[in-house]
């Protein structure tokens, strides 16, 4: 990124707005499935793990400027993981001991892949070009190693319960209690994201990202903050990964697809990659428009795809979220 | 195993090596004098590679002879790069980060322009020297040999180009430092424009000139694409000539001697490994200068 | 044969009458005729490989598919009722497997479900087909089932099509070994399809006295094949036994040819039918030997009557192949089944499918297992012609098997049903 470049202020309203239209979205969201039934409930918590994959990409990529093209790797991680540990066989636990298997394995894989980098200074295009070899060696391996994971032909994953200790188990098999599932942990991972970014720690890393040098001389050890938010990076989308397994009922190989990593790159570019509901929504919302209309015209849908993806790395660096803020603070000082 | 046949074996795997380092730094020239010399990570490289096989392939079924298809190829690519860099990528040029960004973009988008102009069916194309050279004992395939002497010419004279004349001199002085460059009276827009074109006329002579030893189908450039990144950023940026050759030996050469060892798929996965970790302890690439 | 139901005649006076019977306590028979053709059609999602890796093989898949809908319509439909496609694209990935199926089966409420394409994308579809209690006819040829891949396999709701090793491979393995020699080269994608193929493969090989002298598997999208080819070539292999999948294939044949081996080896593929004989063209595919259930080339009065109608709804230079007769197959055993139990379900299907026979299909005659709903099918061995022009004359047929029982499914219940 060009170190020219003022440190764009953020105004306070874009945020206090940000909350609003979180506010607005989660409720809508929340309701959804009392109005509706069917496919719609089926499918929207899917589009939400692809939300939350998108904001594991936002944070790193819009706060801390480091492009990722790998977040697919540790997607499938954590479907792996889930997947073998529902066939481990713990009883009750299985689908806990999946999630935290995938926290755990998106994390470690992360922080070793980010401090073996970060440390030696590996920045920029040669990191995105490294997280792209990450993709294809995680599809290689999961391919080569049937016996673990099915290879090509990928792995069932049973629907995991959720044990309530004393309470009892609640089965996720209906659309219902998983949608109330997943939701819930969408808007905690929002959350606590959100939080992240608006601490010190968040505030280093625009820092590193608008002038990493500057930031090293403050005294700030840069690398140590690039690999800690890649780590997280790599547990959200890991755990997501985990998640979707579990919705899913199977994994395979091509989900650690570059061109998978790449479409996660597509939704932040266009939600908004310094907007943390923008990346949910551009998840989410790309994800089902192509659902839909790829059905109408495939070949057109994805030139068209391209073509936003262009238009918003000319013009509206911010995606939909970007300029929508602008839209807003511009009325408010209309108003104000 | 006799001496005498270990000592077959390493030579064939000497052979092998060589070729497929050729082919892999032609396959990766055109992305390693636009990065090396202009700063631009060219992510569409691979639809360019795609790009040429389809010229082609479109000449051939003209009627065209092979060589000159390759040659309205090249021209072709390298009109599509002259459309892209002129609409786009100049201004983009001290952004690395979203040229990276806008050059995949345009992947995506050529990518679904040869699917509806060209459809997605499999297209090949004759091979032009069906046979192989009988050398000692050993088997050559000629076309791929002409493939690979033609790489080595194309380095050879790029080589001459940088280094000896005087436009390929003031060239790299722009790598270095731009003012200085505009002071040695260089067109700078322009240069940056030439540049840009002959790394997409490199790309399309790539995809031309394998097209007979590939299935042609919307994504064969990309099979190269990934691998041409490693080749380049191993070999180091401006490196062009060494560290090409050094990166597409790293990249091909040593998977052919592990895929003699191990499994393919280990080969490549230790291939990717490798680089990486070359990336870690040289990250300006193997021919590090200071 | 009781379960033999062959005309499409057969099939419409059966359902007429089917519908009168329900139909005739409440109303006069005007009204049922009328009723039988104003009811709501039957509904069928269709999941093809329209975008991605395989696009190239989802026209026949589907193109399959929608002739035999087109034929079950024209004679009037099943039980006075139309089958209607609705298609999904797989776009080749099995996450959208996922997501198409639920779509298909919630939203547009179909009756049953065809296709999918590879392993990887019917095992996507094996939980939702589950959990919707939907049938899903899949016709790709694939490695057989194997308990560990349930409910992908091993599902009383999926019933194949396409060929497994024990019948695409075996049959011919005398032939290969006594004309062309008892040493094998294998080389394959580096997946499961391959791997079970040449396993299963070598068994039998070994049996009959022969020998595998190297294997190899190749990972997805790989360009350069030169080392491998100088392993074969200092190999003393006999026949080389390719199972490598998609422009994996191409790419190798190209350079195999270019290597100028295609005359020292004898070449025996089991992945590459009309699209990718067509892609490679005459001079690369000579001489090569290609088994499967199905070619555009066979001599069959079936598979006349079956091109005829193809070409004049597709065009004269549309390609067919194992895969979209599998899907041509499977939607005619459908409306055979319904037409036999008289009920749209999923109960009805699985009943009306077990042991059904269908000997109007264009390989032949094709039954549906009730062990294991793994189609019996029959197993041709060609050789790729010289100076072929097109598919009509691409293969030559070396030798030809009927009705060619597969191994039995490792599941660990059987019969499924």
């Known amino acids: 990124m060009s170190n020219t470049r003022p440190v764009p202020p953020m105004p306070r309203i874009s ?42 990409l936002g944070m790193l990529w819009g706060y801390a400027g480091i492009l990722s093209f790998g977040q697919a790797a540790f997607f499938a991680l954590g479907a792996y993981a889930m997947g073998l540990a529902m066939k481990a066989g713990f009883g009750a636990g299985d689908g806990y001991l999946g999630l935290l298997a995938a926290i755990v394995v998106g994390a470690g894989l992360a922080f070793l892949v980010g401090y073996f980098l970060f440390s030696a200074g590996v920045r920029d295009i040669y990191f995105v070009l490294i997280t792209l070899a990450l993709s294809i060696m995680v599809q290689q391996i999961a391919i080569s190693q049937s016996s673990l994971t099915g290879g090509f032909n990928g792995m069932y994953i049973p629907r995991m319960d959720l044990a309530l200790g004393p309470l009892g188990r609640v089965s996720l098999a209906h659309d219902r209690a998983i949608y109330y599932l997943v939701l819930p942990v969408t808007v905690a991972i929002y959350a606590g994201l959100r939080r992240l970014t608006r601490s010190d720690f968040g505030k280093v890393l625009v820092g590193i990202r608008e002038n990493e040098g500057r930031t090293l001389s403050l005294g700030f050890d840069t690398s140590w903050y690039k690999t800690i938010a890649f780590t997280i990076s790599g547990a959200v989308a890991c755990f997501a990964g985990a998640l979707y397994g ?3 009922e199977f994994v395979s190989p091509s989900l650690a697809s570059v061109a998978f990593s790449t479409e996660v790159v597509i939704w932040v570019a266009i939600g908004g990659r310094q907007s943390l509901l923008g990346a949910l929504l551009g998840g989410l919302g790309v994800a089902a428009l192509s659902n839909y209309l790829d059905g109408l015209s495939p070949v057109f849908w994805q030139l068209i795809l391209g073509g936003i993806f262009v238009a918003v790395i000319i013009a509206f660096k911010g995606g939909i979220a970007g300029a929508l803020g602008r839209l807003v603070a511009r009325k408010d000082d209309a108003h104000g | 195993m006799t001496h005498e046949t270990v000592f077959h074996a390493i030579l064939s795997l000497a052979i092998q090596g060589t070729l497929i380092t050729f082919v892999y730094a032609l396959a990766a ?22 790009l040429g096989a389809y010229f082609t392939w ?19 690519v390298g009109l599509v790069g002259l459309i892209v860099e002129h609409a786009l990528i100049r201004h983009f040029y001290d952004k690395p980060f979203e040229t990276l960004l806008l050059t995949w973009g345009l992947f995506l988008i050529l990518t679904e322009l040869i699917k509806i102009a060209f459809g997605s069916d499999i297209r090949t194309i004759p091979t032009p020297l069906p046979s192989a050279i009988a050398f000692l004992g050993f088997h050559i395939p000629e076309y791929e040999a002409l493939v690979a002497l033609l790489s080595a010419a194309l380095l050879g004279a790029i080589g001459l180009v940088f280094y000896k004349t005087s436009y390929g001199i003031k060239i790299r002085a722009l790598t270095q430092n731009r003012e200085v460059a505009g002071l040695l009276g260089l067109n700078v827009a322009a240069t940056y424009k030439i540049v840009f074109v002959a790394g997409a006329m490199l790309a399309g002579l790539a995809g031309a000139l394998m097209s007979p030893i590939l299935s042609i189908d919307p994504t064969i450039g990309n099979i190269y694409l990934v691998r041409s990144f490693f080749v380049v950023i191993v070999g180091g940026i401006g490196q062009l000539l060494g560290g090409t050759l050094a990166g597409s030996f790293l990249i091909g050469g040593s998977q052919t001697i592990f895929g003699a060892f191990s499994s393919q798929v280990i080969a490549q996965t230790i291939v990717f490994a490798l680089a990486i970790v070359v990336l870690r302890f040289r990250p300006t690439g193997v021919f590090k200068e200071k | 044969m009781s379960e033999k139901l062959n005309s499409a005649n057969g099939v419409n006076r059966r359902s007429v009458l089917l519908g009168s019977l329900g139909a005739a306590s409440a109303l006069g028979a005007p009204a049922v005729i009328r009723s039988a053709y104003a009811a709501a059609p039957i509904k069928v999602g269709v999941i093809s490989p329209l975008t991605g890796a395989w696009t190239v093989y989802g026209k026949a898949h589907s193109e399959g ?64 087909v589950t959990a919707g209690n939907k049938v899903l006819l899949y016709p790709t040829f694939y490695e057989g089932q194997q308990q560990k891949y349930f409910p992908g396999v091993c599902n009383p709701n999926i019933f194949m099509f396409g060929p497994v090793p024990s019948q695409q491979v075996w049959p011919h393995l005398p032939y290969m070994m006594k004309n062309h020699g008892k040493k094998f080269f294998m080389v394959g994608s580096d997946y499961v399809w391959p791997r079970v193929t040449n396993a299963v493969t070598k068994k039998r090989l070994v049996e009959l006295g022969g020998e595998v002298v190297d294997e190899i598997y190749i990972p997805f999208n790989t360009p350069q094949y030169d080392s491998v080819l100088s392993k074969i070539r200092n190999s003393g292999a006999n026949v080389i036994f390719l199972s490598l999948t998609g422009s994996d294939t191409i790419n190798f044949r190209k350079q195999f040819v270019s290597a100028g081996m295609k005359k020292d080896f004898t070449l025996w593929t089991v992945d590459d039918e009309e699209v990718v004989t067509s892609a490679l063209g005459p001079e690369a595919s000579a001489g090569t030997y290609v088994s499967f259930d199905y070619f555009m080339s066979i001599k069959q009065a079936n598979n006349d009557a079956f091109l005829k109608k193809f070409r004049a709804k597709f065009g004269q230079n549309a390609l067919m192949d194992t895969v979209g007769v599998a899907m041509y197959n499977a939607g005619h055993m459908a409306a055979m089944a319904i037409a036999k139990t008289g009920k749209v379900s999923t109960d009805g299907l699985r009943q009306g499918l077990a042991g059904l026979t269908f000997d109007k299909a264009p390989q032949g005659s094709v039954t549906m297992r009730a062990i294991d709903n793994q189609a019996i099918l029959p197993s041709y061995l060609m050789r790729v012609r010289d100076h072929w022009t097109g598919t009509g004359d691409m293969f030559e047929q070396v030798q030809y098997f009927p009705d060619v029982t597969p191994a039995t499914a490792s599941c660990a219940h059987l019969p499924l049903n």
């Open chain 2, 58 to 76: 479109a000449c051939l079924s003209a009627g065209l002879p092979f060589g000159l298809a390759v040659l309205v190829a090249v021209a072709g």
């Open chain 1, 15 to 56: 945020l206090r707005s940000e909350s609003a239209a979180a506010i607005v979205v989660f409720a809508v969201l929340a309701l959804l499935p009392l109005m509706m039934g069917g496919y719609v409930i089926y499918v929207l918590p899917q589009y939400l793990i692809y939300g939350v994959l998108a904001m594991s």
């Open chain 2, 29 to 50: 020239l055109g992305l390693a004098v636009v990065f090396g010399l202009i700063g631009v990570i060219n992510m569409a490289h691979g639809a360019m590679i795609t």
């Open chain 1, 246 to 248: 579990a919705h899913a």
């Open chain 3, 65 to 128: 598919f929608k002739l035999a809908v087109d034929e079950i319509n024209a004679a009037g439909g099943v039980l006075g009722r139309k089958f209607e496609i609705i298609m999904a694209d797989s776009k080749t990935e099995p996450r959208i497997v996922a997501e198409q199926a639920n779509r298909l089966i919630r939203e547009e409420g179909v009756d049953f479900l065809a296709g999918t394409f590879s392993s990887a994308e019917r095992n996507a579809a094996g939980p939702v």
